[in-house]
């Protein structure tokens, strides 16, 4: 197909099909209830806060930082396979057809996080009267300016050097970036100029840099291999993938969870399964992620109410997700080797999650004490997660029977 155009649109017609696939099972009923109680509790604690918000409070710095960093990384998505470093080499004089497309595509897809930090960012600018109507206005402005020109230039410095100090080339644009965003929230018209011109001059530079370079194929195949893979994991997280390739550590630290093994009828699962848990990169991380959000909620959030919400809803999660990974899969385990009752892995895998999870209770409930002291509060916070995480398990268990 010598018509690039045409390839692109059919290469995201076939990426969209791919992507819409897996997220019909992400966006599910159990997704939206834990988004809508996260959400929710999120929102509230937001919103008493701002009402005991000091006017001294950095809101125009802290926003500028936010949303430089989420305007900053840009990686292109531009599609490639590994097929491309010989069909393309024809065509590379052509190729600004191509990837004209795909870094419209990645501004475009990369757009809405940047403005969702600024919706949340605009009632605590305005609690502290930090910037005016027509600061607000200008800021969503210099946001799709500041995102369409950064992926240009992150597209030419990788271009231009390849993988090489991509994080350096990020570090200058973030403090452009920063100090351009935080010039048009305070009204700061000769700081907003210069780091304007700054901007400016840097991707002048980038686009010179790569004018003189061969298209580095194998970089950007490589980085769009890795996106796509990011986002398997992350769909294998509610269904099953079968193409992901996943990773194992060993982790020989947390031996000691790991009891010698009885090879009895009940009791081989629960150690194949505990041990799958703790060797299982994807598995094993989001658990420890979804604790460490929850103790840090515990921590942080002064409302009781909000806190049994918020660490109910990720302890739903974490159960929830952690059934459905340890249950995925079709690949060879050790128990096919050898005659078992069919009934016995589900049964393990309930056992693996109720541990982990009261592992998870008592965690959140220690970092609660240092926000609530020695009252009934942490308790309460550790029976909630208990509760809904046998709940989940109990429900888990119907559903596959």
């Known amino acids: 197909m010598n018509n690039l155009r045409e390839l692109w649109g059919t290469r995201f017609v076939h990426y969209m099909n791919e992507f819409q696939k897996y997220m019909r099972y992400v966006f599910t009923g159990h997704l ?3 988004l809508l109680f996260t959400i929710g509790a999120g929102g509230y604690a937001y919103s008493e806060w701002l009402k005991q918000v000091s006017p001294d409070f950095p809101s125009a710095l802290l926003t500028a930082v936010l949303i430089s960093a989420a305007v900053t990384y840009s990686p292109p998505v531009t599609l490639l396979k590994p097929a491309d470093t010989v069909f393309f080499l024809p065509l590379e004089t052509k190729l600004a057809a191509y990837t004209d ?3 419209r595509w990645t501004t475009f897809s990369q757009l809405p996080l940047p403005f969702i930090l600024f919706i949340v960012a605009v009632p605590l600018l305005s609690a502290t009267a930090a910037s005016t109507k027509l600061a607000l206005i200008l800021t969503v402005v210099f946001i799709v300016a500041l995102k369409w020109v950064f992926v240009e230039t992150e597209y030419n410095f990788r271009h231009a050097y390849g993988g090489q100090s991509v994080w350096k080339d990020r570090a200058i644009r973030f403090v452009l970036a920063g100090g351009l965003l935080y010039g048009v929230l305070t009204g700061r018209l000769f700081f907003t100029i210069i780091f304007a011109l700054a901007v400016v001059i840097y991707q002048v530079n980038c686009r010179k840099a790569k004018n003189d370079r061969a298209f580095p194929y194998e970089h950007f195949i490589s980085l769009e291999q890795n996106r796509m893979m990011r986002f398997y994991r992350f769909a294998n997280y509610f269904t099953d993938v079968p193409h992901l390739k996943g990773s194992v550590s060993r982790r020989a630290w947390l031996g000691f969870l790991m009891a010698p093994p009885k090879f009895t009828e009940s009791e081989a699962q629960t150690f194949l399964v505990r041990r799958t848990f703790l060797r299982t990169d994807d598995t094993f991380w989001l658990w420890v992620r979804l604790t460490v959000i929850s103790m840090v909620g515990a921590l942080l959030i002064p409302f ?3 806190v049994f919400i918020f660490a109910g809803a990720l302890a739903f999660a974490s159960a929830i997700q952690l059934i459905y990974a340890l249950q995925s899969g079709d690949e060879f385990r050790m128990d096919m080797l050898f005659p078992e009752r069919q009934n016995t892995r589900p049964a393990a895998i309930r056992k693996t999650v109720r541990a982990v999870q009261w592992i998870q ?4 409930t220690v970092a609660a004490f240092f926000l609530f002291g ?3 509060t942490p308790f309460l ?3 909630i997660i208990l509760i809904i995480s046998e709940a989940t398990i109990r429900l888990a268990k119907e559903k596959d029977e």
Do not use: Q
């Not at 209770?361 to 959140?364: E, H, K, L, Y």
């Open 32 to 34: 939206a209830i834990v």
């Open 101 to 103: 497309r795909a870094l």
């Open 304 to 306: 009781p109410i909000v």
């Open 361 to 364: 209770a008592f965690a959140v």
């Open 374 to 376: 020695f009252t009934s």
């Open 381 to 383: 916070i550790g029976a």
